[in-house]
């Protein structure tokens, strides 16, 4: 029998997605910005463990965006929608607000990114979050923590 685990995206352009096992090791993969390039990884995940669910980010355009900003985190966040319908992958779309209730504090740091990685460098010390850039394996890590803890701290 496998072992149960939950899945984490940041669906972005340069998004991650991330693993979190019962009692195993955490992983975090870099999102290429190709679906062909992640859904190896994700099958992958998928015989090695049993996924339980997938917390997806379903964050939204902000004032002052760019179209074409908004447009292509669009066309990424519906390839994950894509791989994971697929693949038949239960998940679930939550708001960067509703996962980060009572994970993510502002005493954390001083803006949203240098929070994420606080938490996540604190949860899963064994995981590479040396970079700012690494905020989307942070951000990843906590939604599938969020999905482990059945959607609260």
Not at 18 to 27: C, F, I, N, Y
Not at 94 to 117: A, C, F, I, N
Request: hydrophobic share 40%; no cysteine; charged share 25%.
């Amino acid at each position: 029998m496998s072992e149960y685990a939950w899945i984490g995206v940041d669906p972005g352009i340069g998004g991650a997605m991330a693993l979190v096992p019962e009692t195993s090791q955490s992983r975090v993969a870099d999102y290429p910005g190709n679906p062909r390039d992640i859904t190896g990884t994700l099958q992958g995940w998928l015989i090695d463990y049993d996924v339980q669910l997938v917390a997806i980010e379903a964050a939204s355009s902000r004032p002052g965006q760019g179209v074409r900003s908004v447009f292509t985190f669009g066309r990424s966040f519906g390839e994950w929608l894509g791989i994971l319908a697929a693949l038949g992958i239960p998940h679930l779309l939550v708001t960067p607000r509703e996962w980060q209730r009572g994970l993510v504090r502002p005493s954390d740091g001083p803006d949203p990114k240098s929070r994420s990685l606080a938490v996540a460098r604190r949860l899963f010390p064994d995981i590479e979050l040396n970079r700012k850039k690494d905020h989307h394996r942070s951000d990843a890590l906590l939604l599938a923590y969020w999905a482990k803890r059945g959607g609260r701290q």
